[in-house]
């Protein structure tokens, strides 16, 4: 079955940088799309960055950066300049179009997460 996982997370000081990671596996016959979210504590899940039309939530311009090499699999997310505002789980979404026998289907899909601390 398909899956996304993420990696890459973990404490950095404020100032710092993470790349985050994020590897699609499974019958992938094709990536629609390849975005990034977050949900820090008792705040809604949000879109961070979009990988399909190069849009980032107005908090993360000029210091995010989204990228996606689909010969891996993969989205990454350059984060720099981090500030504890940024703390949450971060999550990788993915809209995919899998192979399943003779037929394809598109469908939506979730990473697990990945923990992202910043301390000031």
Not at 2 to 27: D, F, K
Not at 41 to 58: F, I, M, Y
Not at 59 to 81: C, E, H, P, W
Not at 86 to 114: I, M, P
């Amino acid at each position: 079955q398909v899956q996304l996982v993420e990696s890459g997370g973990g404490l950095v000081q404020a100032g710092g940088s993470l790349r985050l990671s994020c590897i699609a596996s499974g019958s992938i016959f094709k990536i629609n799309t390849m975005t990034w979210y977050r949900q820090a504590p008792g705040k809604q899940r949000e879109l961070v960055a979009d990988n399909t039309n190069g849009g980032s939530t107005d908090s993360v311009k000029g210091r995010f950066t989204i990228s996606r090499d689909d010969a891996k699999k993969t989205v990454y997310l350059q984060m720099n300049s981090l500030s504890p505002e940024d703390t949450a789980v971060y999550y990788c979404n993915a809209e995919l179009v899998v192979r399943r026998e003779s037929s394809y289907y598109t469908a939506n899909f979730w990473g697990q997460g990945t923990q992202v601390t910043v301390s000031s």
